[in-house]
């Protein structure tokens, strides 16, 4: 037995050295949990003429159709509760003159489902930074879209039928039942708005426990 020791001892050395040479884990460390797709929520979402979407201060979708055709974006979300949403909403009108087509006053509207329940509603607050003809601008509000932003002295948001926003076929297509189109008090004047709201879930926990250690900080902020 004495005479092998010499190799017992370096066949541990080996292995060892084998052992650091491992690559990376791949696939987490045990007891980790990981967001799956049973985790995520589905957000339906329609707006004339176009709109940017923050959750919890992060951009989370933006319309990549300007203009025409009125179209719904659908995406995923992995939502964390509380979630603050914060919308800016854009009619198409002339930053110059208000009109669209050169002398036609066009009319906005924003709609919004989550699979989770929240809808767009008279819950919502609002505030317009561009209106016109004539033409008036507001600045717009540092760190609107941050969960932290105070909007208690915002309007509550104004809701108005189909029949007045008159949605386009998209519209239709996807489900947006219990859901309101929402606009300021001005759905015609008022061209690019702010919208937020708060969705509470008392006692809700991340079934996850997984943090992105990407840094997205990036991306654009308005
Ligand atoms: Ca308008
Ligand atoms: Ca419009």
Known sequence: MKKFAPYLIGALIGAAALAVAQPPRRGGQPGIVKPEMSDIIQANIYADNWFAMYINGKLVAVDPIDFLPHNVVNVNILPEYPMTIAIIAKDNADPKTGFEYGDHVGDG????????????????KVKTIFSGPPVKNEPIPAGWFLPSFDDSKWE???EFTNERVNPKKPYYDYNFEGAKFIWSRDLDLDNTILLRTKIEKPGWKARWTTKPDLDISGAPLR
């Not at 509207?109 to 919502?124: H, I, M, P, Q, R």
Request: aromatic residues 16%; glycine residues 10%; proline residues 0%.
């Open 156 to 158: 509550s948001a104004t």
């Open 109 to 124: 509207g924003f709609v919004l489902k989550f699979s989770d329940g929240t809808v767009t509603d008279a819950k919502w």
